[in-house]
């Protein structure tokens, strides 16, 4: 194959990745656009402080189990969440007491970037997300996430509406996640090549 007719090839297989690259971003995009996740913030990473952020998740999902199963989209949740987030804190501050701790609670309606996370066998790109999140005291400990809408904190408590389903088959499973990965290092080497090709010719 002559020089020429490689360098073809070359960028006709680099469109095709990415043109897939393309079509990962987009995907990440609607599972971002279309997620809302619960975000709870332990006071200190003592045993006690990650003891109580648990206690709180608890309450708040046992709480608020009827109000959310009740919504059938992202922004559902969202305005319920905004509409209930007094009530939300009342729960955790409650929950604080009962078991000996005079924590303060802040419960809010943010958005905020999240790394990869992995959820069960699903992937959740990394990016900015609408997140229900409450903070326990310096709220500086390790803390916990779920996803409250597609409802994946709730599944034992609702049946998913069908935008939720849709939703949650948008996640990313992890071999895709790792095959999307590879392509992305694909897509690298062969700009490299291309780039060096270029520069040969010119020489």
């Known amino acids: 194959m002559r020089?020429?007719?490689?360098?073809?090839?070359?960028?006709?297989?680099?469109?095709?990745?990415?043109?897939?690259?393309?079509?990962?971003?987009?995907?990440?995009?609607?599972i971002r656009d279309n997620t809302l996740r619960l975000h709870i913030l332990a006071n200190s990473d003592s045993p006690q402080d990650q003891h109580?952020?648990?206690?709180?998740?608890?309450?708040?999902?046992e709480g608020t189990k009827e109000v959310f199963s009740r919504c059938e989209s992202r922004q559902e949740v969202a305005a319920e969440a905004q509409k209930h987030l007094s009530q939300i804190a009342a729960i955790a501050r409650k929950t604080l007491l009962e078991n000996g701790s005079d924590l303060s609670v802040t419960a809010q309606l943010t958005e905020q970037y999240f790394d990869t996370?992995?959820?069960?066998?699903?992937?959740?790109?990394?990016?900015?997300?609408t997140a229900l999140q409450i903070r326990l005291g310096e709220a500086s400990g390790k803390n916990w996430w779920c996803v409250l809408y597609p409802p994946l904190c709730l599944q034992?408590?609702?049946?998913?509406?069908?935008?939720?389903?849709l939703v949650e088959g948008q996640l990313l499973s992890a071999d895709a996640a790792g095959q999307y990965e590879i392509r992305f290092a694909l897509v690298r080497w062969l700009q490299r090549l291309l780039e060096r090709s270029g520069a040969a010719k010119t020489n």
């Open 3 to 30: 020089k020429k007719e490689w360098i073809l090839f070359l960028a006709c297989l680099t469109a095709v990745f990415l043109s897939a690259s393309g079509l990962f971003s987009r995907q990440c995009a609607f």
């Open 117 to 129: 996370r992995k959820y069960g066998d699903k992937m959740l790109p990394a990016g900015v997300y």
């Open 156 to 165: 034992s408590a609702c049946e998913m509406s069908d935008d939720a389903l």
């Open 52 to 61: 109580l952020k648990l206690l709180v998740r608890d309450a708040v999902l």
